[in-house]
T-cell receptor, first 113, second 116 residues
């Protein structure tokens, strides 16, 4: 069965420093991977996806993610964090032909000035 | 605003009452998904439609839950005889899926249900 794991409940970063939010996955077949961000009392906003192709995927708001097949990881990165990046981040994998998403438990990112 | 919309945004109901939520997807999207999210957890899949056909239902979707998408546009999710355990955020998402690729899902703001 498809699954994703986000090993860190919380990540704390100083503004201007690089940030990484970790995600590992377990799938049968080729993975379709996604990152979403959720602000308080809001729905989820799409950041980026990996379907095939380059292992480094660029997305919205300066975020990127690196797909690593040997380590079954899909970590989210940003070279320079902003206070406004503080939010809840979810990694997800497509769970079948119907396209349903299987989400990790989320990582709360806190960026301090 | 051409995003996914959900109504109501908040619903407080007493245990045993029925509730119905509505989702309006992005107009050209052919797939519509319902998820449930509880505090501190990621969203969990409930069901999805391709056009008007309901093609998959999670085991989370007990017989008290029913969803429809009668004309392949908006969808409703009804919970009958609500229980306190139904308290959660109910999220709707839509996507455009064709033979040429898999597209991301766009989420609505959610309906927060509180069962007292």
């Amino acid at each position: 069965a498809q699954s994703v794991a986000q090993p860190e409940d919380q990540v704390n970063v100083a503004e201007g420093n690089p940030l990484t939010v970790k995600c590992t996955y377990s799938v049968s077949g080729n993975p379709y991977l996604f990152w979403y961000v959720q602000y308080p009392n809001r729905g989820l906003q799409f950041l980026l996806k990996y379907i095939t192709g380059d292992n480094l995927v660029k997305g919205s708001y300066g975020f990127e993610a690196e797909f690593n097949k040997s380590q079954t990881s899909f970590h989210l990165k940003k070279p320079s964090a902003l206070v406004s990046d503080s939010a809840l981040y979810f990694c997800a994998v497509r769970g079948g032909e119907g396209g349903k998403l299987i989400f990790g438990q989320g990582t709360e990112l806190s960026v301090k000035p | 605003d051409t995003g996914v919309s959900q109504d109501p945004r908040h619903k407080i109901t007493k245990r045993g009452q029925n509730v119905t939520f509505r989702c309006d997807p992005i107009s050209e999207h052919n797939r519509l998904y319902w998820y449930r999210q509880t505090l501190g957890q990621g969203p969990e899949f409930l069901t999805y439609f391709q056009n008007e056909a309901q093609l998959e239902k999670s085991r989370l979707l007990s017989d008290r839950f029913s969803a429809e998408r009668p004309k392949g546009s908006f969808s409703t999710l009804e919970i009958q005889r609500t229980e306190q355990g139904d308290s959660a955020m109910y999220l709707c998402a839509s996507s455009l899926t064709s033979g040429t690729g898999t597209y991301e899902q766009y989420f609505g703001p959610g309906t927060r249900l509180t069962v007292t």
